[in-house]
């Protein structure tokens, strides 16, 4: 779409929108955020879909497939699973009763208790981050603050935040200084734009304290409205558990943040970019937070992108993720998919996010062994890098700052299976298909996500395809019986192409191979280095 059309497509949208409260977002309300505390950096990116256009992915992401989260925040402390600020507060979850039975009525220890109470006291940053590097990720995601509303930084203008209550540490500073001094890049995530409805079922227990109801308590001096921000009419629905997905684009009822609520946002956000130069950010969003109900996002990824040029060069305009995009906004940022993969090779480079376990760290996942194991993490990643996409995977945090020994586990297999084929993942492209055999026909994405597990499971009869010049890596998922036979690879497949040779990596031994018109044949192996990904390296002739 040129740019023309495209201008007069959103004047047209958010006429729409201001004009049309069934089919908008909003009743006649967009936000336009101040800029004076916080100024938008300077360079070529303004804060409008038709500058951020000009994005650029760097080589340098294309080329990393693999980095590891640290989703890990004061929700953690209970160990009972995710969205647990919001769930606690609502009667007949699992974590309402939790809740009750370990803290008391939530009128009397609310979130902001359950704040108060963790301390992150064995967090070891760089040994995580040596752990992790160890396993192959190329970069690290640290979650800076979730949809509870709570910074995880020495924040300017969220006085709830891990320096001022909790573990009284700076844990973006911590993780930040640990990554770079492990060579890894370093990314932030932003959840906390939809903090406004989120906590809404709060407003039934503490969620309308103010400063003035804390005196001579352990948060005297503190406005809970900080926190929770509730000093506000409810969504349409708020006390149906299910209906905030419905309202995720700030639609179908749902309360509008004013204009207070989003210039917070907005300079939280970027006091977080200035102080720590993330490489990397996450946005937990439809496109871009507070759209379309606010520029706050658009000014935020402008203000990203002109600053990380003045840090590292015109060549990095830094990787911002987007989630349920239009293929034009996909030209303005790395579409990310939640809990799943594309189907296809997609044009550019994008992100599959997942986690072992759940996003907040979950004991009853631990006590049935309810994780992903290492051969399945692998699966997915070489299915999602075929695809030219790159792998984020969350290890799920304890609350004390640990991980379990089970999950310690899954990271050492993710080591081990890389130290022998790392080869194939990093520094590679996608080459003319991802892969043949029974999981070819994987489902689409879901709502542009959710889609892991949903298709067939993978067998020795499934290869995937990386590439990097002039050899082609095939992983077989699996650990075939009766040879390898690789209909991609047969002369009929590549024309006028002549493979050189061909080596499995992990055995001192050479495979027999032939190449007939259907196939790249390989005859069985003594013995293969696993049961779910052999990677054998194809070399052809220059």
């Known amino acids: 779409m040129n740019h023309l059309l495209r201008r007069l497509v959103a004047t047209l949208v958010l006429g729409v929108l201001f004009c049309n409260p069934v089919l908008g977002a909003s009743t006649n309300t967009f936000v336009v955020v101040h800029t004076n505390l916080e100024p938008i950096a300077a360079g070529k990116f303004e804060p409008t879909w038709d500058s951020l256009d000009q994005y650029q992915c760097p080589q340098w992401f294309a080329e990393a497939k693999f980095g590891i989260w640290a989703h890990w925040g004061p929700q953690c402390e209970p160990e009972d699973g995710d969205w647990y600020a919001r769930a606690m507060y609502q009667p007949g979850s699992k974590q309402f009763q939790y ?36 396993a192959g990720a ?13 910074d995880n930084w020495d924040s300017k203008y969220q006085p709830w935040n891990s320096v001022n209550v909790g573990p009284h540490k700076d844990i973006i500073g911590g993780w930040a200084a640990a990554a770079r001094k492990n060579g890894l890049r370093f990314g932030v995530s932003v959840h906390a734009a939809h903090a406004w409805m989120w906590y809404e079922p709060a407003q039934a227990y503490d969620g309308n304290l103010t400063a003035a109801d804390g005196k001579g308590l352990w948060w005297d001096g503190l406005n809970p409205q900080d926190l929770y921000a509730q000093n506000h009419p409810h969504s349409v629905g708020w006390n149906n558990p299910k209906a905030i997905g419905s309202q995720w684009d700030w639609d179908n009822g749902a309360s509008t943040p004013d204009q207070a609520y989003c210039d917070k946002f907005y300079n939280r956000t970027a006091d977080l970019i200035s102080k720590y130069h993330p490489d990397l950010i996450y946005f937990d969003d ?19 992108y002109n600053s990380s040029i003045q840090w590292h060069g015109t060549n990095d305009d830094g990787v911002l993720f987007g989630k349920v995009l239009t293929p034009e906004q996909r030209q303005c940022m790395v579409w990310d ?40 993490v692998i699966q997915m990643m070489t299915d999602v890098v075929s695809k030219n996409g790159c792998f984020l995977l969350s290890i799920p945090v304890r609350a004390d700052g640990t991980i379990d020994d089970k999950e310690v586990k899954v990271v050492q297999g993710i080591a081990d299976w890389m130290r022998v084929n790392r080869q194939c993942i990093f520094g590679t492209h ?16 879901r709502a542009q996500g959710f889609n892991e597990g949903k298709g067939r499971p993978y067998t020795a009869a499934d290869v995937r395809f990386t590439q990097k010049g002039n050899v082609i890596y095939a992983i077989v998922m699996g650990a075939p019986t009766n040879g390898v036979s690789i209909k991609s690879l047969g002369q009929s497949s590549i024309p006028g192409e002549k493979i050189k040779s061909v080596k499995m990596l992990g055995s001192w031994r050479g495979v027999r191979w032939q190449e007939t018109d259907g196939a790249l044949e390989i005859a069985q192996p003594k013995n293969f280095p696993n049961d779910f990904a052999n990677v054998f390296k194809v070399t052809f002739a220059r």
């Not at 996608?430 to 994405?445: C, H, L, N, Q, Y």
């Open 286 to 304: 439809t496109a871009l937070p507070l759209w379309p109900v606010s520029d706050a996002g658009l000014k935020l990824a402008a203000d990203f």
């Open 99 to 134: 809740h009750l039975a370990h803290y008391g009525p939530q009128k009397d220890f609310g979130f902001k208790d359950v704040i108060h109470e963790w301390k992150a006291q064995n967090w070891d940053p760089d040994k995580l981050i040596k752990l992790y590097k160890s």
């Open 138 to 150: 190329q970069y690290f995601m640290a979650l800076a603050d979730h949809h509870d509303n709570f």
């Open 430 to 445: 996608p080459w003319r298909v991802f892969g043949e055999g029974p999981a070819m026909v994987g489902s689409a994405p």
């Open 337 to 376: 998919i939640e809990r799943g993969h594309a189907n296809e090779i997609e044009p550019q480079p994008w992100q599959s996010d997942t986690c072992i376990g759940g996003w907040h760290y979950d004991r009853a996942i631990y006590n049935r062994n309810g994780y992903k194991t290492a051969p399945t």
